[in-house]
Every structure is written in C-alpha cells, then in structure tokens.
Nanobody, 121 residues
Framework: QVQLVESGGGLVQPGGSLRLSCAASGSFFNINRMGWYRQAPGKERELVAVITNLDRTNYPDSVKGRFTISRDNAKNTVYLQMNSLKPEDTAVYYC???????????????WGQGTQVTVSS
C-alpha cells in the first residue's frame, strides 16, 4: 500500500520561507519522479516542481528562482524549499510520485492528501 505523507505547510508572511516534505511509504520497484502540484481556490491544479530519478528538475516560471525541489532516494522523500513567498503562492500543495510497485505493472501516479500553504500578512 503506497502512501504519501506531506508536512511543513502553514501560515507565513510575504517574503518568508517554508519547507515542505513528503515521505512515500510502501514498496517500489522503481520511482520515476516525484514532485509537487498546487491548487488555489477556483483554479486548476498546476505543477510547482518535479524531480526525476536522474535528478533533473523542472519549474514553471512563476516559481523559478524562488522554489527548490530535492529528494532523498534512500528515504523516498521529496522536499520543496519555498523562499520569497508571495500571496499568490497560497494554495493546497500536493505531493505526487510516479512509479511502479512491481516490474510487471505500469507506472502509476500516486498523490498525497495535500497541505495548506497560506501567505498573508
């Protein structure tokens, strides 16, 4: 049973920083990539950051230079360091993992429950 557990969300003032963590439990044959999406009220879910098994990263322009994704492969954990936060970064942040639990299975996207990030003075 795969589970993604996020932590680190909360309330922060504009210009502040937060660090999100996401730990994946379960047995994996391989993990292709891990990352973060976010969804603000009334908006579609959007990509925030992704890191592949080759440590390649990708960010949208809206967070590039402010957010940094990293991973600890030994712990199946991904982190998102968020600096210079803005009110428009306010959203529920979801961790995701693409991988397979058995070599016979196709890759599958797994999602966490989400953690709220609020940027406000």
């Amino acid at each position: 049973q795969v589970q993604l557990v996020e932590s680190g969300g909360g309330l922060v003032q504009p210009g502040g920083s937060l660090r999100l963590s996401c730990a994946a439990s379960g047995s994996f044959f391989n993990i292709n990539r891990m990352g973060w999406y976010r969804q603000a009220p009334g908006k579609e879910r959007e990509l925030v950051a992704v890191i592949t098994n080759l440590d390649r990263t990708n960010y949208p322009d809206s967070v590039k230079g402010r957010f940094t994704i990293s991973r600890d492969n030994a712990k199946n954990t991904v982190y998102l360091q968020m600096n210079s936060l803005k009110p428009e970064d306010t959203a529920v942040y979801y961790c995701y993992l693409r991988g397979r639990t058995d070599w016979r299975l196709n890759e599958y996207d797994y999602w966490g429950q989400g953690t709220q990030v609020t940027v406000s003075s």
